[in-house]
């Protein structure tokens, strides 16, 4: 316990938005929150007073940071799986657990598991030649076993060709089919260690060159059989896994129904919605969940509530704080949270919010929101 304020303290392995995000609801619960940040210039070590410099591939790093944690939880899923069992094994409260988190982290072991669990997804293949890619059959999506995120790691192959440069890479790679998609969506649920859940309402995510660029929360028009199965599939992989903290499962919506595209067990971006849209945020949920508390109830609080991720733009325009300026002044009923990151192009800098009564609507507001943020035009 923190020994100020005899509340638990949370290790949060990670110092990016997802962190930053994190500390603001440890404010409101009263936890002391503590990060491991690689740079000092991160986006929630700029607002995180308890922050330690390490590497997260470090166990020595790992052991000092979790000394005088209550738990010890991840704003991503990078960690190495031995530097984590070496901490559970030392008596560290980790959460999600390491052979829980590994579904998290490597493709291959989470599409085996799945389907040992019977739930559906697309066809598969692990492949390390282009025999192999042929044999499975072109054209097809190639991923990388671990690693990937926002796009990265994910190739749509055409040609043999195309397979051999991805293959050239000496990657462990999976090869998935490539599915005529009605549209993506995603479910989120939390889990404790006791076994309590809390699932909250599907989303559907807009992808942009492979990155998730709008959430529509409730997803719009879905058919309340195809919402229960998305629940149903959420809840046995939160239970069958084990998952503690927060899980979102990402699905492809076909004609032929729902199939698993990847796991995250972690504040996820399409949960972002729910700082404003939820009565309680997958943020403080999380916390809740790692903690073994009481989940908090994930009712929506508007009939529909629509994000859209701002991104970096090209240099030039007006000043990211004019534009801030400006959109508040025009929109007050948007609510803007920018990351306190640099400025890249295509890098994730911060989200737009709104909710309301009329999804086209909300959708046209969040989205010039959010292109007026990151273009100044």
Known sequence: MDAATQLPTVGMIG???LARMTHQAAIALGQSLKVLAGDPAESAA??????????YRDVEDLRGFAKGCTVVTFDHEHVPQDALRALVAEGVDV??????????QDKQAMRTRLADLGLPQPRWAPVDSIADVEAFGLPCVLKAA????????????DTPGDAEAVLASGLRLIAEERMALQRELAV???????????????????QTGGICTEVLAPAPHLDPAVAEQARHIATTVAAELGVVGMLAVELFQ?????????????????GHWTIEGAETSQFEQHLRAVLDYPLGSTATVAPCTVMANVLGGEPGGPRLDERLQHLLAEDPGAHV???????????KIGHVTVRGDD?????????RAAQWLQEGE
């Not at 076909?254 to 399409?270: I, Q, Y």
């Not at 949270?337 to 890098?347: D, E, I, T």
């Not at 999804?359 to 989205?367: H, I, M, Q, V, Y």
Request: aromatic share 6%; with cysteine.
């Open 254 to 270: 076909t004609s032929h129904g729902l199939f698993v595209n990847e796991l995250a067990m972690r504040a996820h971006n399409s």
């Open 337 to 347: 949270h920018l990351y306190g990151k640099a400025v890249r192009p295509g890098r």
């Open 146 to 157: 671990t690693g990937g995120y926002d796009g990265k790691g994910v190739w749509m192959c």
């Open 15 to 17: 110092a990016g938005q």
């Open 95 to 104: 959460q999600p657990r390491p052979e829980a988190l590994l579904y998290a």
């Open 188 to 206: 989120q649920i939390a889990r404790s260690p006791r076994g309590e859940t809390a699932v909250y309402p599907v989303v559907e995510t807009v």
């Open 46 to 55: 700029a607002v995180a007073t308890a922050t330690v410099l390490g590497d």
């Open 359 to 367: 999804p086209d609507l909300l959708r046209r507001r969040a989205l």
